[in-house]
Nanobody
């Protein structure tokens, strides 16, 4: 059984940093990738960042580019999201996702390409 477990969320002030972690168990995703999505209250879930292991590429939403960094260890099936200069609009539930689809190379932001999801971790940015 595949499980993705996120950790690291919390309440921070604008301008602060947080680091989210996600550990996957049950299988590896060496030919696919892992990513982070988020869902704010009243909004649809959106792509935040992704790392495609097979080509070692990272991808970011425009809204987080330059502030967030995704990294990870394919062998350990872990992925991290370092979030700096946090803004109130970053407030959301953050979900870790993983997939084996080769289409992730072409569509790393497409939610349907990710087969497994974590339970989510809340990030709140407020003064």
């Amino acid at each position: 059984q595949v499980q993705l477990v996120e950790s690291g969320g919390g309440l921070v002030q604008p301008g602060d940093s947080l680091r989210l972690s996600c550990a996957a168990s049950g299988r590896t995703f060496s030919s696919g990738g892992m990513g982070w999505f988020r869902q704010a209250p009243g909004k649809e879930r959106e792509f935040v960042a992704g790392i495609i292991w097979s080509v070692r590429r990272t991808h970011y939403a425009d809204s987080v580019k330059g502030r967030f960094t995704i990294s990870g260890d394919n062998a350990k099936n872990t992925v991290y999201l370092q979030m700096n200069s946090l803004k109130p609009e970053d407030t959301a539930v953050y979900y870790c996702a993983a997939g084996e689809s080769g289409l992730l190379i072409i569509f790393p932001r497409r939610e349907v390409e990710y087969d497994y999801w974590g339970q989510g971790t809340q990030v709140t940015v407020s003064s």
